[in-house]
């Protein structure tokens, strides 16, 4: 008699980058605002000279 | 310098790099995390790309600002490549950064060439464009 063969889990499963199972923190604010100080001062962030390609709009 | 830098990220892309660690204290992960692109700007004499980004974490995702991207539904990320449910922090511009798109900032995960993992789908897009257009502290490009 033939038998249905059964799907198994395994074959389901979708393989992630081991990267995937980190613990990823909540960061604080006083440390982004620190960091992005750094970053605006060394390349020029938010003084003008960066052409803007694409913003975010309310009806994306 | 790395190929991918050359190819420009998309509004709305989820990639993976770097982000200052609160644990452990003081120091850098080595694992790259998954950020959300916000904006893309490019640098005219050097060409190189600028992305406004939110931090994506693994933690205290059930207690959100209701204004964060929250994915926790498994088909969601397995189709964004994303194994761990996540929240991308787009509740305030003060949490977000602007960087370079350069190696030092971003890093591939095992298996990809590039930091582009996947794009949000069209109705988280209109969301996260719909949140963000409200905040008046966006870093600016």
Known sequence: MAQRLKKTVSEDKISFSPEADGDFDIVSIKKITEWREKLNNRFGIGSGKLVTISEPTADA | ?141
Not at chain 2, 3 to 12: D, F
Not at chain 2, 63 to 73: K, Q
Not at chain 2, 110 to 123: A, I, Q
Not at chain 2, 126 to 134: D, K, M
């Open chain 2, 1 to 141: 310098m790395a190929s991918w830098e050359t190819n420009r990220p998309e509004l709305y892309d989820v990639v993976t790099g770097f982000f200052p660690e609160t644990s452990p204290k003081e120091t850098w992960a080595t694992n790259p995390r998954p950020l959300l692109v916000c904006g893309v700007a490019q640098d005219p004499e050097t060409k190189t790309y600028f992305c406004r980004i939110a931090y994506g974490t693994s933690k205290s995702v059930r207690s959100t600002h209701g204004s964060d991207l929250v994915i926790a539904n498994v088909s969601i990320l397995n189709s964004l490549n994303l194994k761990k449910p996540t929240k991308f922090v787009i509740h305030s511009g003060l949490q977000m950064v602007i960087l370079p798109w350069l190696e030092e900032f971003f890093q591939p995960w095992t298996g990809y060439d590039t930091p582009v993992l996947s794009r949000l789908p069209e109705d988280m897009q209109r969301f996260v464009g719909n949140e963000l257009s409200l905040l008046q502290d966006l870093p600016q490009f």
